[in-house]
């Protein structure tokens, strides 16, 4: 059964909202701590074109981890899928998002996914370009397609707060840097990495997005192939076995779509061939999903019959 309503969102909304009070802000990027932990909003955008969404919808939020998919995209089809994946691996990795620990002990030395914080530096890594802005704004005009809003941009503030104190993630790059798996100078990657992660926009972006990539990477207004469709096979597929960080398997049996979350509270869904889900929730579980955003997947996938199992 298909969504037929705003209204029909909204009440789900509404009982999901409960959960924000048992979550927490992610405050390890100051900027991010000025969110508001009340808030929750929906978007779910069907291949006809039609769009239903619920709840402080007009909000901006920042793609934190859901632009690794994002980016992977892009790297993909700059180099293919042989040269990407003798760089990053395909695994899950069972530990939190921003873990060193299997940098080391993986051999050969490199970031066994896309979805973790360092795998995503090696991803960012290879997106082509001239300097640090043309990678940005070729990333950028990739994601303005996707979501069809010419206005996406980044924001400054988030970004700088990141590069400010993103040290873990510094840490990263120095350690695969000495690995031979990146070698652009690190405050050059980090300046276009906390740029990727703050790239910002609302709901109904996101949900477009997720419905390009749920049709294969065709746009679903003009048929446009944006992503070939191996390419978008490859980004859910990474989606379902990493997209929840260390949650993915519970995940994939209480709501059982290709999902991925960011920690500014951000989830994207792309449920193949039906739809594409966005939501945007700051308050966060303690593997930084969106806790009100889990509940209200897990609702929409029972009421929908969504789950892909
Ligand atoms: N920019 C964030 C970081 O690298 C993204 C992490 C996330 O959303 N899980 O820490």
């Given at each position: 059964?298909?969504?037929?309503?705003?209204?029909?969102?909204?009440?789900?909304?509404?009982?999901?909202?409960?959960?924000?009070?048992?979550?927490?802000?992610?405050?390890?990027?100051?900027?991010?701590?000025?969110?508001?932990?009340?808030?929750?909003?929906?978007?779910?955008?069907?291949?006809?074109?039609r769009?239903?969404?619920?709840?402080?919808?007009?909000?901006?939020?920042?793609?934190?981890?859901?632009?690794?998919?994002?980016?992977?995209?892009?790297?993909?089809?700059?180099?293919?899928?042989?040269?990407?994946?003798?760089?990053?691996?395909?695994?899950?990795?069972?530990?939190?998002?921003?873990?060193?620990?299997?940098?080391?002990?993986?051999?050969?030395?490199?970031?066994?996914?896309?979805?973790?914080?360092?795998?995503?530096?090696?991803?960012?890594?290879?997106?082509?370009?001239?300097?640090?802005?043309d990678?940005?704004?070729?990333?950028?005009?990739?994601?303005?397609?996707?979501s069809?809003?010419?206005s996406?941009?980044?924001?400054?503030?988030?970004a700088?707060?990141?590069?400010?104190?993103?040290?873990?993630?510094?840490?990263l790059?120095?350690?695969?840097?000495?690995?031979?798996?990146?070698?652009?100078?690190?405050?050059?990657?980090?300046?276009?990495?906390?740029?990727?992660?703050?790239?910002?926009?609302?709901?109904?972006?996101?949900?477009?997005?997720?419905?390009?990539?749920?049709?294969?990477g065709?746009?679903?207004?003009?048929?446009?192939?944006?992503?070939?469709?191996?390419?978008?096979r490859?980004?859910?597929?990474?989606?379902v076995?990493c997209?929840?960080?260390?949650?993915?398997?519970?995940?994939?049996?209480?709501?059982?779509?290709?999902a991925?979350s960011?920690?500014?509270?951000?989830?994207?869904?792309?449920?193949?061939?039906?739809?594409?889900?966005?939501?945007?929730?700051?308050?966060?579980?303690?593997?930084?999903?969106?806790i009100?955003?889990?509940?209200?997947?897990?609702?929409?996938?029972?009421?929908?019959s969504?789950?892909?199992?």
């Open positions: 059964m298909q969504c037929q309503s705003n209204t029909e969102l909204e009440a789900l909304v509404e009982e999901a909202k409960q959960q924000t009070q048992h979550g927490k802000i992610a405050d390890y990027i100051p900027a991010l701590a000025l969110a508001d932990e009340d808030k929750l909003s929906v978007a779910l955008y069907y291949p006809d074109g769009c239903y969404s619920a709840g402080d919808i007009d909000e901006n939020f920042t793609l934190q981890s859901i632009s690794k998919v994002l980016s992977l995209a892009l790297a993909l089809m700059d180099h293919g899928e042989e040269y990407v994946f003798d760089r990053v691996g395909q695994e899950p990795t069972g530990d939190p998002f921003n873990s060193i620990a299997k940098l080391e002990t993986n051999k050969p030395s490199k970031p066994l996914n896309p979805m973790i914080n360092a795998g995503a530096l090696a991803i960012t890594h290879m997106i082509k370009g001239d300097s640090v802005e990678r940005l704004q070729r990333l950028l005009a990739f994601i303005r397609k996707l069809g809003n010419k996406i941009t980044y924001n400054h503030m988030i700088q707060s990141e590069l400010e104190t993103g040290h873990l993630n510094r840490s790059c120095y350690f695969m840097k000495q690995h031979g798996v990146i070698n652009e100078p690190v405050e050059e990657l980090m300046d276009l990495y906390t740029k990727q992660c703050a790239i910002e926009m609302n709901c109904l972006d996101l949900a477009r997005i997720g419905c390009v990539l749920a049709m294969d065709a746009d679903p207004v003009s048929g446009e192939q944006i992503i070939p469709w191996d390419i978008a490859i980004c859910k597929t990474f989606m076995t997209g929840m960080y260390n949650a993915s398997g519970e995940f994939a049996i209480k709501v059982g779509i290709p991925k960011g920690v500014a509270g951000g989830i994207m869904g792309s449920i193949p061939k039906k739809c594409g889900i966005a939501i945007c929730g700051p308050s966060l579980d303690d593997k930084g999903n969106s009100a955003g889990l509940k209200l997947l897990e609702m929409m996938s029972k009421n929908y969504l789950s892909m199992f």
